[in-house]
């Protein structure tokens, strides 16, 4: 078998490319100068960049009748190093009458995407959902060999193209029970998923093969076990499967979970990669976006983040602002967030600095709250005083456009809030309307009276 390195993609050009070049042209040894380089990697500019220089890819999901709009593709072309067609690789887009193939709007994105050095993610051959009428209608032997012959030719057409395939996607059921979903491919026998690798390794030996699945982040739940089950039984008997893909589709009903490194590294201990592969988070909170690549950067088969659409608007939940981007396409304050994990650093902080106390001691944490397209939400929360005076600090042309739970005066710029509580308990919050701009708020200081 053909092994594909999915972690190396390095950048063309980068901080050290450029060093190098001006030495070069200061007519410096680079293996002299070499030494007094840095000896950290070099922090890259892009999420692409980053990842690249962690070993690993960032990618996104693609829409073909997106990629003429200027915006979208100018991100796209910026930001990412790999990309997952959102649906023109599905069955129904695919095969839409039995035998009849049609690669058009997946065969877009795939030179889009590989013109440009992207790898590609396919997604995906066999799933209970957006199947064509014909397929929908179909069961027993005959359906079983249509699904094979499918997986066959889709893996086929884009041999050597695709680096991973998401081979069988969803094909768990969601509660407590562990067991297979019901569907018309689990009615064709309990082998299918099995029978779809192997036509997908001897379609295209050289593509990684993944089983992808949602609420398979907890290690606790059922159906993150069940799919653990599946793929150390497939590891011990020698089925084919080369990744497991964790969707990571958070939001207040299926939250990000405290133990997801621990699901991240047991996946990785079975001997397979691990690709986080649908990421998006109800309302794009810095601080779990943060978590959720340093859990990846913390587990080495760890190989890559996907995250499900580029802007919020772009979303299949676009009402939850998940997204790295604005509608109109600017940086979120999760995308710093991001951007600074995979750079190694510590990412703006989610919390200002401890303040230090000096008229007696409090502490003022703040986080980020709702989102929407041209402002958001921020809560702070005091703790060592019940009485207590918090200054914070917004970016101009910020402006803070309205407060709750405590009583708020300015300084004369209107860019400094002071907040005094006023019965109300110890968190307030307040609105920043961003004008453009979407640094966090800082804590100055808290002081307890
Ligand atoms: O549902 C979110 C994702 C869950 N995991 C598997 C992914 O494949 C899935 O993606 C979503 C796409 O983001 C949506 O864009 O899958 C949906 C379908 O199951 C996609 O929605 C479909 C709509 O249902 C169709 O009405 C629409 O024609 O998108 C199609 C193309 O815009």
Redesign the pocket.
Known sequence: MIERCQGNIRPKSGPRARTAVVLAAAGLLAVTTAAFLPGTASAGTTLGASAAERGRYFGT?V?ANKLSDNTYATILNREFNSVTP??EM?IDATEPQQGQFSYGAADQIVNHARSRGMQVRG??LAWH??QPGWMQNMSGSALRQAMLNHVTQVATHFRGQVVAWDVV??AFADGSSGARRDSNLQRTGNDWIEAAFRAARAADPGAKLCYND?NTDDWTHAKTQAVYNLVRDFKQRGVPIDCVGL?S?FNSGSPYPGNYRTTLSNFAALGVDVQIT?LDIEGAPAATYRNVVQDCLAVSRCTGITV??IRDTDS?RASQNPLLFTGSGAKKPAYDAVLAALNGGSTPPTTGPPTPPPGGGCTATLRDATRWSDRFNSEVTVSGASNWTVVVAVTPPQKISSTWNGTPSWDTSGNVMTMRSNGSGNVFGFTTMANGTWTRPQVRSCTAS
Do not use: M
Request: aromatic share 16%; net charge negative; glycine share 6%.
């Open positions: 999901a829409a959102e649906n599905k997604h995906t959902s957006q996607n969803e949602y969707q589709h649908e499900w659409g299949w």
